[in-house]
């Protein structure tokens, strides 16, 4: 069910029923010559909006600038600052809770918004308003991406490429995949922008001249198509986990100490 | 050209010939038993698209959740609050100078945004960071408005029902169009929510059962279609006027006093 | 009664029978060649004054600097930026809450604070803290200003050269009402300072280059007079009104839904 | 000169010879059975106009209400907290050196004020923004005060009555200055309010029951006046010191470390 | 008891039994030519560890840097700024309550950081959080310092001089004591740092060339020690006569006023 | 070379010569029954003021209590929420640089401090204010640490157990090695904490009841002087590294786009 589509008479049997909401989160940045911008936010609502689908959850409007300053040197990269970003999100989840809702998914495809939608969540589950948690799609299947994609790359690599691929193929320049590939870097290590176990760079553009890292030949739509349909399915058990538990299962326990104890 | 479709090696000549950008504004909450609750931001983004496709310059994606504590009680009504909603907008804009762009027009579709949107280009202009100015779209035909519409309606009223019949019409459910006019207020006049000249109500419940404003038996996807021409032509004429200016033109004027000008 | 004045225990009597406070808000900023910058402040204070001595009702001191950017250019205008004028009134008036006083009246006599005023009586009301809400005297006497002066104007025109000729008569330069009028804009209309539907400017020196709109010269005290007369009879009937409601009735309505209602 | 009657073309000669403001900062809390909560500004008002009445300085409209916190558990007082007081201030001056003016005298009736005003006069000085001080008004008399007074009271005491006796005498409840006496506190010495060494309360009501301090029926206006008179006579010499100042000797010290200065 | 060296299993009988902590909150600034820049945070650990090992009250880690932007034009002042300050002890207080502590005593040995631990436990007290105190070691002793010293000196003079020999005498330069003295400013009265009544400097180097007040040859380790011994002994009161309160008589008292008393 | 430890003028001829300085920052907080609560910034406080020795870089004092929330149900946690923990670091390194510091290595031994630091170290390097990075001791030695335990522990395990024996054996409960082991979870693996791709917890306690990973068994005194001795020498190397950097090269690359680049 997609709230941005619904008439309000129409979300009361959901509220009366579920208090789940999935979130898509994403960002409009760089990713190379050869994706659109908009890359991570077409992943997360296509995911967010597809599982929805299939289980009957609610699905919220997406969220389509999210935090990328590392990407500032590429032309077009627009991001929202971390503090801002976290408080127009924290505020976004805590008004929905006066429709009933208390536990959310962020569905993100942006690594840049990682920590810092964990970070709302628990501020959310600390004061006890709502359950909220990250997340990040690739992370749900690792498995499979390490068995499509030799050298999967952690941004605008073979498995992005893939995944954009097949849900919005019009848009990927597949003449530029080589391109994309050569000018950029290929592996990405554990030591790579590294320096003594310290990570030395703030910038994409430190490690790659192009923006992307990862080998891009190694896409076609139809590994996007299992890519999605594996991580659509991962996404819908999660919800299926949250909305059963019990509310006070997903707060955080109490601590007894002596005194407070005693009040 | 949409931001959001492009690589970003292709909008390099972008930035190198315009400075201009167009950031679609909307919201997502009630806007009664007939329309969905995407409407703000539909419009929004159908308008702002429109232009950037007629014109050539940038569009970026679309902000859907805006400032809407109004319209709280009635389920699904998303909104961040007021500081967030500022907050977020001017590191958003501020962020996207860094790519030379300095001037931005908010393609804006809901009321309450408009004070929070110019407060942010207020300040963006206080600091000649940037010029960015709102644009509610039926601010710029009003006459149109009024010729279409004996009630327009403030809100959910034919006016936003004609566009969205124009933009979205899957989305309008027409069999409640009169139940929408009768279970709402249809006259909104100057006296209306006020008491001694003091507007008392700050929820929309106040004023109307469920949610919406004006006579929406009154529209056609036809007068819909007029609407939107007509509102995108006056846009287009913006983005040229803007775009036309001399950057310095449209910063303040320097104030100049004794001891200050002889620094 | 007025705040200031009293001793404390003397207080004591009037919070246990009332809880309603006037709180005056102006500005201090450039009224053109012939007015006080003091005139917003001047008038809000004499207004909430003289109906809270009619009434009985407790007014407060006057709170003199308000949101006035926009008049920046000219010289001695005072000023708070929005998010630090807004931080003030809000803590000002949760404070007085400390007192029993639940419901205010923002007797407010400069546009530029409308919105911000509203936004912190929107805050206010939200969390159910207090009723507060803002007043705009020439708002309350809409008719009578149409009836009194062909171009009333916004700022600095008759409208406001009358109420100050009544209040602080001596504070006018009379002989500079030609020119006032002739120096600045005599006609601001729906089309005045917009292009295209988008309001274009920032700064009041990019429309009237002394400051001030409308024809100075309609102005007279006896109008002063009327106004002020006709303006605190609608500031006294809404001190009323407030006063007479039920908290509960002032407070925003629950929002039942399913699982929050089942709470 | 006050800014608040003058209009602004009038305002021009003095921004081109001057560049120093006197603000006066009060407070609205109680002072006792027998004295108006308006004590403190009245007071920082009174000094503020006449020194610069006496010596063509411009004095701006008073701040009525500051950080009174400790005084909430009698009728009526007003605060506001000190993040929010700060910052009003704050913003106030920096905004009000877009005239021209870069030193200011915080002229301060109210003991909670002086720190919040220090901070941010050194927030000023440290970016250099401008020399803002905060004067207090019996700091600047010390001999007299002893000299007038065996026990002169940190609040409410017979030096703040005899001040609005001469000020405003028919605000002071005559009657009541034995009552004030006895049912406060007289004697306020080095260890009161103190537990081997830390201050241990933060409400006045810890310390007196009606709120005051001091012995009240040692002051006549005679006394009042000679404060007032002394202590204006100390105000325009601060002025005239602050004035003929080089701005360069009243911002900080530049502090030379080796790479810093090789910049 | 240090809370640094314990296991938590092992801090669980002190929770059950007590709900008091000491917290040593001190600068790392410039101290003269002799003192290291250590000697605020050195003196405020040695005493709030002997306290609480000799007591058995629990004391946490030290906060070594505060608020010395005085002391910047020093090479190595270290500091934070003022609402930094503020929000990161108050955060650190509220999150030590989850364990059943409700009063705290700040053991503070910097000047600087008084009015902000101040600010922090009003506060805290205000909202009824806890009960959470600044205690100045010199302020609990002032007899003894006056009798040991002629020219004790607010900073960096023979008071911490002798401090620091006794707590750590192979950080003192012994052989610079003299060069201490004639290099800064011995006498620091009333007057000093002032202007008709007003502080006039924000800096300590536009009163010290060397950072330092009084005469530092007065200062041995046996003055030291009997500093710290006398000071000690207060602050074992002092904790005592905390923690043998009433929680509730720490806590604001009641403000009953009509209409609220009536709820 | 110790800040704390220093006289103001002894530190001249480091500031002229250099510009890194070495920041230690851990937590204090539960780890386990066997470890003392300051774990974390005995650590960072061994390993930074060794490094600082043995190369002659400028060592800081030790930020003692960082970002724990997740521990808050363990006697004794710590914490500063993460706002104002970023804000307080933040405003430590911007004030720092007024003595000529540039370049700043936050020596951090606690896992919930890494992602608060590198927002701040982007923020500085952003604003090209200084170059901060974040360095994690266990980080940078990844093989030792492997091949010395294997069950590591990434909280409360072997492997900070063993540094602890080495750096304040006594603290150590070496009778509870087993007891913390076989009470907590020894196999932390990729799946731990998730379900379906998402991190479901934030509270350690719902991983492990009394609080610590790994099996603690395994770690000796001498496994602890290993680690201790090869991750000094990482972080010499580190130290040396950045020093010997141009400043240019550790600031952002320029963005370049048409109209930027013109102006």
Chains 1, 2, 3, 4, 5, 6 share one sequence.
Not at 56 to 63: A, D, E, K, R
Not at 126 to 153: N, Q
Not at 191 to 199: N, T, W
Request: with cysteine; aromatic share 8%; net charge negative.
């Amino acid at each position: 069910m997609y709230l941005g589509d619904e008439a309000w008479p129409d979300l009361e049997t959901y509220f009366d029923r579920e208090s789940l909401a999935l979130i898509p989160v994403g960002s409009t940045e760089q990713h190379g010559p050869h994706l659109p911008e908009g890359t991570d936010h077409l992943i997360a609502e296509g995911l967010a909006r597809e599982a929805a689908e299939r289980t009957g959850y609610l699905c919220t409007p997406t969220i389509t600038v999210g935090v990328s300053p590392h990407h500032r040197q590429f032309h077009g990269t627009m991001w929202v600052d971390p503090p801002e970003f976290r408080a127009y999100m924290e505020s976004l989840v805590r008004n929905l809770t006066s429709h009933g809702l208390d536990r959310f998914i962020f569905v993100n495809a942006h690594g840049g918004n990682v920590q810092h939608l964990r970070e709302v969540g628990r501020r959310l589950h600390g004061d006890e308003t709502a359950y909220a948690i990250e997340w990040m799609w690739d992370e749900s299947i690792p498995e499979l991406v390490e068995e499509l994609f030799s050298v999967p790359g952690p941004h605008g690599g073979p498995k992005e490429t893939a995944m954009i691929m097949h849900l919005a193929g019009e848009l990927v320049h597949e003449d530029r995949l080589r391109e994309a590939r050569d000018g950029g870097l290929v592996d990405w290590g554990r030591e790579s922008g590294r320096q003594f176990g310290a990570r030395t760079f703030y910038d994409a553009i430190d490690n790659t001249e192009n923006g992307v890292l990862g080998d891009q030949t190694d896409a076609t739509p139809e590994k996007g198509e299992q890519l999605f349909e594996a991580a659509t399915e991962q996404l819908c058990h999660l919800c299926d986990w949250i909305a059963e538990k019990e509310y006070s299962d997903l707060m955080p326990r109490t601590h007894i100490s002596g005194r407070a104890s005693g009040e």
